[in-house]
């Protein structure tokens, strides 16, 4: 019988056993990773406002459904404001862009 893996299938074994040196505490507090609020802020404000125009363009389809897509609408205009309007305080501050 022979294997339809090939390669991939004797590397797994291998990767796997690396898997506590990779994740180990030294490993990953030597990278530094940001997590980019900024742009999930903007692409909730472009979403929010695109719902928004959307709504009064078109309407929504029913009660529930607008009463359901409005106020996401909502939350997702006022997280990427706030969002992008911590960025942008911070930094006429003199501050980073994590605000430090």
Do not use: H, K, N
């Amino acid at each position: 019988m022979s294997s339809t893996c090939g390669m991939s299938c004797r590397a797994v074994p291998s990767a796997i056993s690396q898997l506590p040196r990779l994740l180990s505490a030294q490993t990953i507090g030597s990278v530094a990773v940001r997590f980019p609020f900024f742009a999930i802020g903007l692409m909730c404000l472009a979403l929010g406002v695109f719902t928004f125009l959307f709504f009064i363009l078109r309407g929504p389809d029913g009660p529930v459904s607008g009463g359901i897509e409005l106020p996401m609408a909502f939350v997702m205009v006022a997280f990427g404001s706030y969002v992008v309007w911590q960025r942008f305080m911070a930094r006429r501050s003199g501050g980073g862009p994590d605000g430090g």
